[in-house]
């Protein structure tokens, strides 16, 4: 046990019966992260077993207070240690996880140390703390690191290095070539989801801009509809030339709602004003069985195109019911 540790036990120990169980509480209850249930592991005191603590027990003041206070030099395992407690049992006005970024960014040695934490196995709340100080240190070793386990045999580590590249090099060459190989073979549809948010400019060479534009219509058919959706959102960004207008008026029509919502919005960024896309919009603003929101996205993506005295006429009832004039 470390002397930080051994710190937070004495103190713990030292606390009232009730804040014992408390601040145990508080500890060991499970943490939602990234939708998956974590542990914050921390040493404390054994508790009385002939006692329940009340699972609605938060950690006071003097919990807080018992905690010992950090030097101006802590190192990068006392600060990784104070950053896992959270924000709630952090000294006032003091952020561990600020002043970890802060010495990854200044301190190589820190960096490796940190970079050196990576596991598969690791817990979701220590992986979530990683994942965010890495973010923001945009240094060669992140980007090999973050690199190497986007191109991993393991698609969670595919998954976390793809997530790491969407902040610390998404235009660059290297991710794009890495993107596109991923989207050619990728399987899991969390990796897939992933690499597509990393293609976050649409600035490339035009025969390599042309290749993705390709790539990203033949996964807006994906059997996944989040696939789908985030593919027809791209195609509005990466598609220079209208040659997928007709590939988004179709995705109007897609059975998944996320979808049709990913069309109207690809359509009214990539300046579509196809007779389809047109039609398209109106049959579905026009469809009681849609909801208000998707309805008002696509009314609002309506006022790009000329319609012609009809076309307007018959929207009228359908943006009164939008607005609110209508139940629907």
């Given at each position: 046990?470390?002397?930080f ?27 939602t ?25 938060a ?10 206070d ?83 045999s ?54 390599e ?73 109106i ?46």
């Amino acid at each position: 046990m470390d002397d930080f540790a051994v710190k937070v036990w004495l103190a713990s120990a030292g606390a009232s019966f009730a804040l014992g169980f408390g601040l145990a509480w508080y500890i060991h209850a499970p943490v939602t992260v990234d939708g998956a249930p974590a542990v914050v592991a921390l040493a404390v005191a054994p508790l009385v077993p002939s006692q329940p603590a009340a699972p609605w027990a938060a950690p006071g003041r003097a919990a807080v207070a018992a905690l010992p206070d950090l030097p101006a030099n802590a190192s990068v395992d006392q600060l990784w240690a104070r950053s896992l407690l959270g924000p709630a049992l952090q000294d006032h006005g003091f952020d561990a996880e600020d002043r970890l970024r802060k010495l990854a960014k200044a301190d190589p040695v820190a960096l490796r140390n940190l970079l050196s934490r990576y596991s598969a196995g690791q817990a979701p709340q220590e992986r979530a703390l990683l994942k965010s100080v890495l973010a923001t240190v945009p240094a060669p070793d992140v980007i090999a690191f973050s690199t190497r386990l986007a191109s991993s045999s393991n698609a969670a580590e595919r998954k976390f290095g793809f997530e790491l590249l969407q902040s610390v090099a998404p235009d660059a060459a290297e991710t794009r070539s890495l993107v596109k190989r991923t989207l050619a073979s990728e399987q899991s549809s969390d990796v897939l989801l992933q690499a597509l948010a990393t293609l976050q400019s649409s600035v490339a060479d035009p025969e390599e801009s042309q290749a993705i534009v390709a790539q990203l219509s033949t996964l807006s058919q994906h059997a996944d509809p989040a696939v789908r959706s985030m593919s027809i959102e791209r195609l509005g960004a990466w598609d220079k030339s209208g040659d997928v207008a007709q590939r988004l008026a179709q995705a109007l029509t897609d059975r998944a709602p996320e979808v049709r919502q990913a069309a109207i919005f690809a359509i009214a960024q990539a300046g579509v004003r196809s007779e389809p896309a047109k039609t398209a919009l109106i049959e579905l603003v026009n469809n009681a069985q849609e909801s208000r929101d998707l309805r008002g996205s696509a009314l609002q993506a309506l006022e790009r195109f000329a319609l012609s005295r009809e076309e307007y006429a018959r929207l009228a009832p359908a943006r009164a019911q939008v607005a609110g004039l209508s139940p629907r």
